[in-house]
Nanobody, 113 residues
């Protein structure tokens, strides 16, 4: 029943931008905090950004502060991650997570020339 589906990943040049989306279903989305994580090859999954249920509070990893913005549209059951000024070290599979350790399948982001 619970499902998180990420989209929007792809190949982008350094300095470019991408907007990821996570479509949620099967639970009361507007009542639940959401997060974006990422995992690069050979590395553990790391927290990128989080957002409270109503969207009024956000948190970011130091490595992405000032470049990434997390937001949500509770009417659409969707959480977004706007990624600007992308760097090669941002290359990873990006995952949407619901509070309670529920994960999407991930979307690949590759930053390369």
């Amino acid at each position: 029943q619970v499902q998180l589906v990420e989209s929007g990943g792809g190949l982008v040049q350094p300095g470019g931008s991408l907007r990821l989306a996570c479509a949620a279903s099967g639970f009361p989305f507007s009542r639940v905090a959401m997060s974006w994580y990422r995992q690069a090859p050979g590395k553990e999954r790391e927290l990128v950004a989080g957002i409270s249920s109503g969207g009024g509070s956000t948190n970011y990893a130091d490595s992405v502060k000032g470049r990434f913005t997390i937001s949500r549209d509770n009417a659409k059951n969707t959480v977004y991650l706007q990624m600007n000024s992308l760097k090669p070290e941002d290359t990873a599979v990006y995952y949407c997570m619901r509070a309670g350790n529920v994960w999407g399948q991930g979307t690949q982001v590759t930053v390369s020339t």
